[in-house]
C-alpha cells in the first residue's frame, strides 16, 4: 500500500504512537509524518505510507493553522499545562492589547525555540539538556506568521487561530505574545486543524483506520501539481534518473506512466531532473 492517510492525532500520543499503530494495522513499515504533534495538541497528522514515505520532506514544508488556547496566570518548564510551574500571578490584560500584540505578530519574527524540543545542540537533543537539568543557549530560528486572529478571550483563558510557515513552535509563539503583553501563561490547549491542503474536518480517527473506515490520497491531494504523462522512451530515461527535456514550463511536475506515477522532477534550467523517484 502506498498513498497518504490523515489523522486525527489525539490527545496524550505522541506522533510516533501514531506512526507505530497505523503501521501495526496495516501490516507496512514505511510509514512516517509530516509534521510532529505534543502529546498535549490533537489534530491533523499527515502519514506518508509506503513509497509514499518519499514525500515526507516535501508535504512537512507545507503551512500550518492552528486553534490555541493560552492560560494566563502562570509559566512552565514546558510552556505548556503539563509542566512544571515555575511562576504564577493574577494579572490579566484586555482585549485591546492583545488584538494589538497579535498585529504585531504578523509576518517574520525571530524565535527562540523551546528548550523542551528534539532540536539537536552538539549533537544532543534539547529535551535532553532539559531533562537532565543541564544549561544549553536555545536556537534562535525566523518564523513566518501569516494570520492570527482572537477566537475569545473569557476570564483566564484566550483562544486564537494562527497559521503558520513549517517549523513553527506554537509554545514561542505563545511565550512571545504573552511577554509582549507583561503577563503570564502557558499553551492550555492546541488543535492543528490544517496543514497544506488537508483540513481536520476529512482526517480520520484511530479507531477509523482500526475499523478499516478510512480513505487513502495521492500526490495530486496534496500538492498543486500538473501531471505529464511520458511516452515509452521518456520513461526509459526517467526511470534510470535522467535529467530530460519536457515540452513543458512548470516548477515541478508529476510524471506518470501508464497511470501509475513515477516520479516528481523539478525545472533545472532547460532540463528537468529529478526531486522524488516514485519506482
Known amino acids: ?4 492517510i490523515v489523522v486525527d492525532k489525539p490527545i496524550g500520543y505522541t506522533s510516533r504512537d501514531v506512526v507505530n499503530i497505523v503501521s501495526k494495522v496495516l501490516k507496512e513499515k514505511k510509514v ?11 489534530g491533523v497528522l499527515l502519514l506518508c505510507v509506503g513509497k509514499y514515505t518519499k514525500l515526507v520532506d516535501m508535504l512537512t514544508m507545507e503551512n500550518k493553522e492552528y486553534i490555541a ?29 492583545i488584538l494589538k500584540v497579535f498585529s504585531k505578530f504578523i509576518g517574520e519574527y525571530v524565535m527562540e525555540v523551546p528548550k523542551y524540543s528534539a532540536i539537536k545542540v552538539n549533537g544532543k537533543k534539547l529535551y535532553e539538556y532539559a531533562r537532565k537539568g543541564e544549561e544549553v543557549t ?12 482572537l477566537l475569545s478571550f473569557y476570564q483566564d483563558i ?12 506554537i509554545r514561542s509563539l505563545i511565550r512571545d505574545i504573552t511577554k509582549e503583553l507583561h503577563v503570564l501563561g502557558t499553551m492550555n490547549n492546541l488543535t492543528r486543524i490544517k496543514q497544506g491542503n488537508f483540513k481536520i474536518e476529512e482526517a480520520n480517527s484511530l479507531e477509523d483506520i482500526k475499523n478499516n473506515n478510512f480513505k487513502i490520497l495521492h500526490i495530486k491531494d496534496a500538492l498543486d ?45 532547460k532540463l528537468y531532473k529529478p526531486k522524488v523517484m516514485l519506482i
Open 1 to 4: 500500500m502506498s498513498g497518504l
Open 32 to 42: 512516517g509524518h509530516t509534521g510532529t504533534l505534543d502529546p498535549l495538541a490533537t
Open 69 to 97: 488556547e493560552i492560560k494566563l496566570g502562570l509559566t512552565t518548564d514546558t510552556l505548556d499545562i503539563t509542566g512544571n510551574v515555575i511562576a504564577s500571578n493574577n494579572n490579566l490584560t484586555t482585549k485591546q492589547d
Open 138 to 149: 536555545l536556537p534562535l530560528k525566523k518564523v513566518h506568521i501569516y494570520e492570527l486572529e
Open 158 to 169: 484566550i483562544t486564537f487561530r494562527c497559521k503558520v510557515e513549517k517549523g513553527t513552535y
Open 225 to 269: 501539481i500538473k501531471e505529464y504523462k511520458l511516452n515509452d522512451l521518456e520513461y526509459k530515461k526517467v526511470s534510470n534518473g535522467n535529467k530530460i527535456e519536457l515540452p513543458i514550463e512548470e516548477a515541478n511536475i508529476l510524471l506518470t506512466y501508464n497511470q501509475k506515477e513515477v516520479a516528481i522532477y523539478q525545472k533545472d534550467d
